[in-house]
């Protein structure tokens, strides 16, 4: 389980988180929407170690649990390959990237079919996809997406959704930003971020809330 508690975050005198608590169990994807602006890459890049927030905590029950970070931006050098990205990214790991496991998240994401192309070359959903597997070599016990699934078209969407479901049927866990409803359709629970807080969307008309 990965509980967050009493996050708070101002950006000078701006509140932009206020008060949010959640807990994720293993095997949930958790849907955040909010308009723009509302917070969502803030409380991810919290939650990821990245961002430092005012006051409230996070931690998973297992103290030896991992979170990797699926940033809205891709992370990725565009001078490189896709395989020299995965070196730098593993370097010191060569077994690791070389694993049985590495290379079937490579495969099963489609990735190994281009890594030997320079990145700037890459289309958007194949650096989606390559950041993704990044992210994954880690054998994450919890998954933050950013818009994970922003300006790809209907295949590469369905082929990253249907990774991520065999993700969480495997016992991981998401919390995702999206603007997206396709993204919503993995998840077991939808979050609206407005004004600082965090409601349940509990199956209600979400476009409603936003505006509400
Ligand atoms: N480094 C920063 N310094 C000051 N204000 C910031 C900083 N980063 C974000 N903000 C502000 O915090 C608010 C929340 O931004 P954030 O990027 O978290 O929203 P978001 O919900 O992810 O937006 P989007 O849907 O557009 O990605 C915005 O008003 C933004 O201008």
């Known amino acids: 389980m990965f509980t967050v508690n009493d996050?708070?975050?101002?950006?000078k005198k701006k509140m932009v988180l206020?008060?949010?608590s959640l807990q994720?169990?293993?095997?949930?994807?958790?849907?955040?929407?909010?308009?723009?602006?509302?917070?969502?890459s803030t409380l991810?890049?919290?939650?990821?170690g990245g961002l430092r927030q005012d006051h409230g905590t996070y931690s998973f029950d297992e103290p030896d649990n991992t979170v990797s970070f699926l940033p809205q931006e891709n992370p990725l050098i565009p001078e490189l390959s896709g395989l020299d990205n995965l070196k730098l990214w593993y370097s010191g790991r060569s077994a690791e990237l070389n694993s049985t496991y590495s290379l079937s998240i490579l495969k099963k994401l489609g990735v190994d079919a281009f890594l030997h192309q320079k990145v700037s070359t890459m289309s958007g959903g194949m650096k989606k996809r390559l950041s993704l597997?990044?992210?994954?070599?880690?054998?994450p016990d919890l998954l933050?997406?950013?818009?994970?699934?922003?300006?790809?078209?209907?295949?590469?969407?369905?082929?990253i959704l249907d990774y991520l479901k065999e993700?969480?049927?495997?016992?991981?866990?998401?919390?995702?930003?999206?603007?997206?409803?396709?993204?919503?359709s993995i998840c077991n629970?939808?979050?609206?971020?407005?004004?600082?807080?965090?409601?349940?969307?509990?199956g209600a008309d979400y476009a409603a809330m936003l505006r509400a």
């Open 18 to 20: 206020n008060h949010i």
């Open 189 to 202: 629970r939808i979050y609206i971020l407005k004004d600082g807080l965090l409601q349940e969307a509990n």
């Open 133 to 139: 597997a990044i992210c994954m070599l880690e054998r």
């Open 144 to 159: 933050l997406l950013d818009e994970p699934l922003a300006a790809l078209d209907l295949l590469c969407k369905k082929g």
């Open 7 to 11: 996050i708070g975050k101002n950006y």
């Open 24 to 40: 994720v169990a293993p095997g949930e994807c958790i849907g955040l929407l909010g308009i723009n602006g509302s917070g969502k």
């Open 44 to 48: 991810l890049g919290i939650l990821s």
């Open 167 to 184: 993700y969480t049927g495997n016992g991981g866990s998401i919390i995702v930003a999206t603007h997206e409803e396709d993204a919503l």
